[in-house]
């Protein structure tokens, strides 16, 4: 074996935008990821307690938007404020420990927002190709019972690439250059045989990333066979909006996840990969609670009322 630094890493240190920024930008770009999470936190806070207390957002639809919600906190959570403290600091040390939970919990939530969307559209299915059986299909048992699937598979599939990484020895350094711990640069920095992890990540995206999305494809087309046999444009443009809010979702979700895992990234410069991964772990988030908002009625008869309610309480 040839002679190298075969002490094992204990701790990490990743670079967040440490490279592209001078103190004064640092200072720029706290504040504003420092807001967007603030508002991502209560935007996704709200959506919540709306689902919650509002009678006119007692149904499936939004039981599992709540989910998403719920998920869309976990993920900001567990990377903005480690990306915060690495912007205005200049770095982040983690543990290898923290670095692997890091890892587990930003991949788990990741699966399960696949699943819930997944989830969401044949919740969308079934209230528009299949209304008279939908009451009795999506009962209180059954949103219960199907809500918690994505989660299990999220976190349960998760762990057999987090094993394998978990095994990776890390000889010739430490650094990562990236706002948090993400597969790639664990991979690149290992000194260690990769190949059993990348081949179960491989794997794995058939399960994880390919069926939920061509589930979700298969379902908009009937959806959409279905309204388009609708005689009505005025009935056609009241069924399609109530799903419009899920397919921008998708959209937005499917996008990046796509453009970041899936695209080859070879010609990816590190600033343009970190700029990918923003819009996954930042913008996505935030940007979930304001699409339902904006062109969701429901939720805008819900915000209504509270405002009355706080306006005539005042």
């Not at 004064?24 to 936190?41: A, D, E, K, Q, R």
């Not at 989830?119 to 209304?131: E, F, G, V």
């Amino acid at each position: 074996m040839s002679p190298r630094n075969q002490s094992r890493v204990t701790e990490f240190i990743l670079l967040g935008f440490g490279t592209y920024r001078s103190y004064g930008v640092s200072i720029v770009l706290f504040i504003i990821f420092l807001n967007i999470f603030v508002f991502t936190i209560a935007g996704n806070v709200l959506i919540i307690l709306l689902v919650l207390c509002s009678n006119h957002l007692q149904s499936p639809m939004y039981f599992f938007l709540s989910h998403l919600s719920f998920a869309d906190i976990l993920l900001s959570t567990n990377t903005v404020p480690n990306m915060l403290g690495a912007i205005l600091l200049g770095r982040k040390i983690m543990t290898s420990l923290g670095c692997l939970t890091q890892f587990y919990f930003f991949s788990g939530t990741t699966i399960t927002e696949c699943f819930l969307l997944s989830l969401m559209s044949y919740d969308r299915y079934l209230a528009i190709c299949n209304p008279l059986r939908y009451t009795s299909i999506m009962d209180s048992n059954s949103q219960v019972y199907l809500s918690t699937i994505p989660w299990l598979l999220g976190f349960m599939l998760n762990l057999t690439s987090v094993i394998p990484i978990s095994n990776f020895q890390f000889c010739d350094g430490n650094i990562i250059d990236h706002f948090y711990c993400d597969v790639s640069p664990l991979q690149k920095l290992s000194c260690s045989d990769t190949y059993l992890a990348e081949f179960i990540i491989f794997v794995l995206s058939i399960p994880i990333f390919i069926c939920p999305c061509g589930f979700i494809i298969v379902t908009y087309v009937f959806i959409f066979i279905t309204i388009l046999r609708i005689p009505s444009t005025t009935g056609r443009q009241k069924t399609f909006s109530t799903c419009s809010s899920h397919l921008l979702v998708v959209g937005t979700f499917y996008g990046t996840l796509i453009t970041k895992y899936m695209i080859p990234s070879t010609g990816h410069s590190l600033l343009v990969n970190k700029i990918i991964s923003l819009l996954h772990t930042v913008f996505t988030p935030l940007l979930n609670p304001i699409i339902y908002s904006l062109r969701n009625q429901d939720i805008k008869v819900a915000l209504k009322k509270i405002f009355v309610g706080l306006k005539c309480n005042a």
